[in-house]
Each structure stands twice: as C-alpha cells, then as structure tokens.
C-alpha cells in the first residue's frame, strides 16, 4: 500500500522561508513522479510543483523562482523549500504521485504566511 506522510509545515512570516518533506513508502520510489499540490480555503486544489523520476522539474508560475523541488531517491523522500513566502501561499500542502494509474495523497501540511 503505497503511503506518503507530509511535514515540515508552520506558521512563518512574511517573505520566510519553510522546507517540506515527504517520505513515501509501498512504491518503487525511484521509477516515479512526485508532485506538491496546495489548496486554500475556498479555493480548489492547484499544482505547485513536480519532479520526474529523471529529475526534471515544473513549477507553476506563481512560485517560479521562490520555491525549489528535489528528491533523495536513496531515502524514498521528496523535498519542497519554500523561500520569499507570502500570504498567498498559504494553504495545506499535499504530496501526490500516480502509479498504475491510481492517485495516492499525503494526509497535508499546513502553511500559513502571516505577520
């Protein structure tokens, strides 16, 4: 049974910065993409950013330059470091992959961007 598990959420001021994790367990790690999605309140859940199993990255352009995702194959985890944060960032974070075909999600993490 494939499971991700998010953390490294919080509270953080304007223009900080935050590190999220995701260990993921029950896949082959390596032969997978890995995406972070967010939602906000009221808002329906948006993309932020994926990594191929080759490394290759995107990012939605509201984060391009601030935000930075990586993985440690070695470790089964995924990472998004979050700089130059602001009140719209704020949302729950969730971790994502899709393997044969099913979507599997972290249960999230909570950032909120606030003075």
């Known amino acids: 049974q494939v499971q991700l598990v998010e953390s490294g959420g919080g509270l953080v001021q304007p223009g900080g910065s935050l590190r999220l994790s995701c260990a993921a367990s029950?896949?082959?790690?390596?032969?997978?993409?890995m995406g972070w999605y967010r939602q906000a309140p009221g808002k329906q859940r948006e993309l932020v950013a994926t990594?191929?199993?080759?490394?290759?990255?995107y990012y939605v352009d509201s984060v391009k330059g601030r935000f930075s995702i990586s993985r440690d194959n070695a470790v089964n985890s995924m990472y998004l470091q979050m700089n130059t944060l602001k009140s719209e960032d704020t949302a729950v974070y969730y971790c994502?992959?899709?393997?044969?075909?099913?979507?599997?999600w972290g249960q999230g993490t909570q950032v909120t961007v606030s003075a």
């Open positions: 994502h992959t899709n393997t044969l075909q099913r979507d599997f």
């Open positions: 029950g896949l082959t790690f390596v032969l997978y993409s």
């Open positions: 990594v191929t199993s080759g490394g290759s990255t």
